[in-house]
């Protein structure tokens, strides 16, 4: 899969399951390409004070040049990212946010 069809992915991902526009000043979702990985994360203003954004990641992918496969990990709380129990790789993109999405665990949405 190559980066524009990631993006596409990634995007339709985004439109489905980001919050409503009139509250995304309040929390919000994105993601980030980096290297081989892609990175879900929400974002919130800081309590105290509202001005400073704060990202707190949800989920991680990383692609596995030598297997062909995607690795799903989350982060757990000793702030470690962990493979998804549960379904620890799959073959693309698409099925990485199908995973995300439906979260049989709880593990990324809570």
């Known amino acids: ?34 290297n081989q990985s892609i990175i879900v994360y929400e974002i919130r203003p800081r309590w105290d004070k509202p001005e400073i954004k704060i ?4 989920a991680k992918t990383t ?5 062909g ?12 990212w962990h493979s998804y129990a549960p379904k620890a790789t799959v073959k693309s993109v698409r099925e990485f946010v199908d995973v995300i999405d439906e979260d049989k665990q709880g593990c990324f949405w809570g």
């Not at 439109?15 to 390409?33: G, H, M, Q, S, T």
């Not at 990202?55 to 949800?58: A, D, K, Q, Y």
């Not at 496969?69 to 470690?80: E, G, H, P, S, T």
């Open 55 to 58: 990202e707190s990641v949800i």
């Open 63 to 67: 692609f596995v040049k030598t297997n």
């Open 1 to 34: 899969m190559n980066t524009i069809e990631v993006i596409e992915v990634m995007e339709d991902f985004m439109v489905r399951r980001r919050p409503p526009e009139e509250i995304r000043n309040k929390v919000d979702l994105a993601y980030k390409i980096l």
């Open 69 to 80: 496969v995607w690795k799903i990990f989350w982060l757990r709380a000793d702030l470690k």
